[in-house]
């Protein structure tokens, strides 16, 4: 069965470093996005991405973040200057064109620590 | 906004035995998706049951099965013959009926299957 990739699995920063967390979608998807989850909390949704182009962000997803899809198999999250705050389990997700047809798959995530 | 509310944080049971999570939601789509999600102690999302708004028959998937109570806006999630594999995380979680929204997460219920 399809999977959506995601490294590295666990990463350690340093406050005020740029991480970036990386993610291959299924390849006939469309859609991508990424969700936050800090522990013990709930899935947050961060972005969601189409066609090259961020199509919804939440309130989370400020200046500091960017996302792209730099050679059109890979989908990075970029944080420019990590807080402790951002430390979280970060999801890439992907879909395709229909989710009873292709299903909304998550790939197993990236543990981000921030000290 | 939609929201998404599980009202139960913790819940156990005995193997073998039957568990019924609860979900309610918020909404004024009339058209949309509701999915469980499980997610064990390596914090992986894995799909369990998704349900369409527009099918009034309830979604089965081997032990699991869902009650879709559209007009209540409920949707819970039994579990049959429990198994210890089954202790996770469970997340309720509700997606528009259109290709790019994401997911809306409650904020889940930890099961645990006692032996």
């Known amino acids: 069965e399809p999977e959506v990739t995601q490294t590295p699995s666990h990463q350690v920063t340093q406050m005020g470093q740029e991480v970036i967390l990386r993610c291959v979608p299924i390849?006939?998807?469309?859609?991508f996005y990424w969700y936050r989850q800090i522990l013990g909390q709930k899935v947050e949704f961060l972005v969601s991405?189409?066609?090259?182009?961020?199509?919804?962000k939440s309130e989370i997803f400020d200046d500091q973040f960017s996302v792209e899809r730099p050679d059109g198999s890979n989908f990075t999250l970029k944080i420019r200057s990590t807080k402790l705050e951002d430390s979280a389990m970060y999801f890439c997700a992907s879909m395709g064109l229909y989710v009873t047809n292709y299903g909304y798959t998550f790939g197993s995530g990236t543990r981000l620590t921030v000290v | 906004a939609q929201t998404v509310t599980q009202s139960q944080p913790e819940m156990s049971v005995q193997e073998a035995e039957t568990v019924t999570l609860s979900c309610t939601y918020d909404t004024s789509e009339n058209n949309y998706y509701l999915f469980w999600y499980k997610q064990p102690p390596s914090r992986q999302m894995i799909l369990v049951i998704r349900q369409e708004a527009y099918k009034q028959q309830n979604a089965t998937e081997n032990r699991f099965s869902v009650n879709f109570q559209k007009a209540a806006k409920s949707f819970s999630l039994k579990i049959s013959d429990s198994q210890l594999g089954d202790t996770a995380m469970y997340f309720c979680a509700f997606m528009k009926h259109w290709r790019n929204t994401p997911l809306v997460f409650g904020k889940g219920t930890r099961l645990s299957v006692i032996a």
């Open positions: 390849s006939n998807h469309l859609y």
């Open positions: 991405f189409y066609n090259n182009e961020i199509s919804e």
